[in-house]
C-alpha cells in the first residue's frame, strides 16, 4: 500500500508526460533516511580543513553499500569506488566543509556548534549548502548500489574538503588522485541554488563560473607629520588614485563582451589623521573566464600602479609591488557536449520545464580544477534548485554564506538525487 501511495504521489509530482524511472521509485523509499542525514550533517558542520568527523561518517556510508573507501588523501578527502564491470569511469564530487558563521535560521534542526578560529569562539554552520551536497551524493551513491543492473562502468566518488578556501580540489589533485584512482571519462558536479525552486535545476555551458584571484598591492610612499604634506610623498593618495584608475580597467581595456571584476574589498594603511604614513596595503579581487583577459588586467594593474607611483615622484625602488599568487582557482568550464548529454538526462528525469537556463556568474568553485588539469576530463557542475516557491513570490531569497539560507531538504534531496543518478545511469549506458 505505502509503495503504491509512494508510486502515486510520484506520478503527480512529475508532470504527465515524464515517465517515473523504476529507479525513483527506490529512491522514494530511501528518503526518510536521506532527510535525517541531511538533518545530522546539517547539526554537526566542520569548516574547512577541519571536516575529520564528516569524512569519517561519509565513509562508513559509503562502505555499508558496498564501496571501496580511502580517507585521508590530500587532507580529509574521501575517495570511494565502485566497479561494476565494463564501462566508462564517472567521477562525481561532493565537497564537505562549512562556514565559521553563527546561523540564524531558527530551524529546530539549526546549528548550535561553535569553532575556535584565531583564538575566538564563533558559530559554525552549513550555510552554503554542502550538507545537502553530501546527501545527494550519498542518495545517488546507495541507489546506484542498489540498481547495479541498470548501469555497467566505475563510479569514482569524491569527498573534498576545504572547497570554501579553494583548496580542497587542488589538495586531492596534488595528492595523485587521476595517478592512483585513473583519469575519469567524465566529472559531474552540483551545487545549491538559493534562487532556484526545489524540484528544478539550473544549468549552462561554456564557462560558469569565474578564475577567481586575491591581489595586493602594497603602495609605499614617505612618510611625514599631517600639517607637512609637503615634507611627504603621501601614499594614501597614490593608493586612492590607484584605486579610481583600477576602475577603468573593466570600463576602458576589458574588451566589451568579455566578463570581468577588479574590486578593492580593502585598503589598510595608517594610523591616524595627523600622521602620514609610508605605506598603505590594497586588497583586490580579481574576476575572469578568459585566461588573455585575466593576463591584461594583471598587466594593467602593474601599469596604473607604476605610472602612479612615478607620477608621484617616487623612485623606482619605492614603487607598488604587486603580489599575484602563482595559484588562484580556474574558471568552470561547462563542456558543451557532456552539458547536452546532462540536459537531456535531466530533462527526462524531471519534465523540461523543470530543467532552467542559468546564467553565469563571477563566483569561484574549486571544481573547475577537475577538468582543468592537462588530462582535460569534460565536467559539468550544475545548480540544484532549493527554495520554496513561496520564498520566490515574497522575494525572500538569502543567499549562499548567508545566515538565514536553508534549503527545503526533502524535495531539494529528491530532486538530487534522481537526477544525478539519471545522469550518471545514461552516461554509464551510452
Ligand atoms: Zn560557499
Ligand atoms: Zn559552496
Known amino acids: ?136 551524493w550519498l542518495g545517488t551513491a546507495r541507489a546506484l548500489a542498489a540498481n ?13 574538503p576545504a572547497e570554501e578556501i579553494g583548496a580542497g580540489a587542488r589538495m586531492m589533485l596534488e595528492a595523485g588522485l587521476y595517478e592512483k584512482f585513473g583519469v575519469p571519462d567524465y566529472g559531474l558536479g552540483l551545487h545549491s541554488s538559493p534562487t532556484i525552486k526545489a524540484g528544478q535545476i539550473g544549468v549552462a555551458d561554456g564557462y560558469t563560473m569565474a578564475n577567481t584571484e586575491m591581489i595586493d598591492i602594497d603602495v609605499f610612499g614617505v612618510g611625514a607629520h599631517g600639517a607637512s604634506p609637503h615634507m611627504s610623498i603621501d601614499p594614501v593618495v597614490i593608493s586612492s588614485m590607484i584605486i579610481m584608475e583600477l576602475q577603468t580597467i573593466v570600463s576602458r581595456n576589458v574588451k566589451p563582451i568579455d566578463d570581468a571584476v577588479v574590486t578593492v574589498g580593502a585598503v589598510q594603511g595608517g594610523t591616524v589623521g595627523n600622521i602620514i604614513p609610508d605605506q598603505v596595503k590594497l586588497r583586490l579581487t580579481v ?85 582543468s588539469t592537462e588530462d582535460k576530463v569534460p565536467t559539468v557542475l550544475f545548480w540544484l534548485g532549493t527554495v520554496s516557491q513561496e520564498k520566490i513570490d515574497n522575494n525572500d531569497l538569502p543567499g549562499l554564506h548567508s545566515p538565514f539560507y536553508y534549503p527545503e531538504p526533502r524535495e531539494s534531496i529528491e530532486t538530487g538525487v534522481n537526477v544525478t543518478s539519471s545522469i550518471l545511469i545514461d552516461l554509464f549506458n551510452d
Open 287 to 371: 574576476r575572469t573566464f578568459k585566461e588573455e583577459v585575466r593576463q591584461l588586467i594583471h598587466r594593467r594593474i602593474k601599469e596604473v600602479c607604476n605610472g602612479t607611483a612615478m607620477a608621484a615622484g617616487l623612485p623606482k625602488e619605492k614603487w607598488p609591488q604587486v603580489n599575484i599568487p602563482e595559484k588562484f582557482t580556474p574558471a568552470n568550464y561547462n563542456h558543451p557536449e557532456l552539458t547536452k548529454r546532462v540536459v537531456k538526462s535531466a530533462e527526462e528525469s524531471l519534465g523540461k520545464q523543470n530543467v532552467v537556463y542559468a546564467e553565469p556568474q563571477l563566483v569561484g568553485e574549486d571544481f573547475a580544477m577537475y577538468g
Open 148 to 160: 547495479k543492473r541498470q548501469w555497467k562502468g566505475t563510479l569514482l566518488l569524491i569527498g573534498q
Open 1 to 136: 500500500m505505502i509503495r503504491l501511495l509512494l508510486l502515486l504521489s510520484l506520478f503527480f509530482s512529475l508532470s504527465a508526460s515524464t515517465p517515473i524511472r523504476p529507479i525513483e521509485v527506490w529512491i522514494a523509499d530511501d528518503l526518510d533516511f536521506l532527510v535525517e542525514f541531511y538533518k545530522e550533517r546539517h547539526q554537526t558542520p566542520e569548516i574547512s580543513l577541519r571536516e575529520e568527523k564528516t569524512a569519517k561518517v561519509l565513509a562508513s556510508e559509503l562502505r555499508k553499500v558496498g564501496f571501496e573507501v580511502t580517507e585521508n588523501f590530500g587532507g580529509y578527502g574521501i575517495v570511494g569506488i565502485l566497479k561494476n564491470g565494463k564501462g566508462p569511469t564517472i567521477l562525481y564530487r561532493t565537497d564537505m566543509d562549512a562556514l565559521p558563521m553563527p546561523e540564524k535560521t531558527g530551524l529546530e534542526y539549526a546549528s548550535k556548534e561553535t569553532v575556535l578560529l584565531n583564538g575566538n569562539e564563533v558559530g559554525a554552520m552549513h550555510s552554503c549548502g554542502h550538507d545537502l551536497h553530501m546527501t545527494t
